[in-house]
């Protein structure tokens, strides 16, 4: 079974889950100043995740394979740095960015090397 759409639909789910940590991180920051019934940025954050959980359910009902489809969720750390370092002007040190580049080289491998495993 090809794996590309189920691998497309995890890749727009890391997405979602990158932007659902950012709406926590924002939201969780102003628990102390908004209750939580008012909190719309937790509210988006889960929304956020259910979207990634019924895209999760889509790929695997295409045939994805969890140990192909599941690791490219991962890029879902690098969208989160992405977000922190554009929003938040995060500056990232040399370890994060070596730990950054592996994260990409390992996804990459399974990317590539996922028609072996249909």
Known sequence: MNQTIPIIL??????????????????ASKM????LY???HIFMGILSFCVVMVLFVIAYRLGGKISVVFPIYAT???WGTLLEMVIDKQNLTLP?????????IGISIIAIFSKQAA
Not at 10 to 27: E, M, P, S, T, W
Not at 32 to 35: A, F, G, I, N
Not at 96 to 104: E, F, H, R, S
């Open 10 to 27: 995890n890749l727009i789910a890391a997405i979602f889950g990158a932007g659902g940590q950012y709406f926590y991180k924002v939201g």
């Open 32 to 35: 102390k100043l908004v209750p």
């Open 38 to 40: 008012q909190n719309w």
């Open 76 to 78: 879902t750390f690098l």
């Open 96 to 104: 994060q960015w070596l730990g950054t580049a592996l994260v990409i």
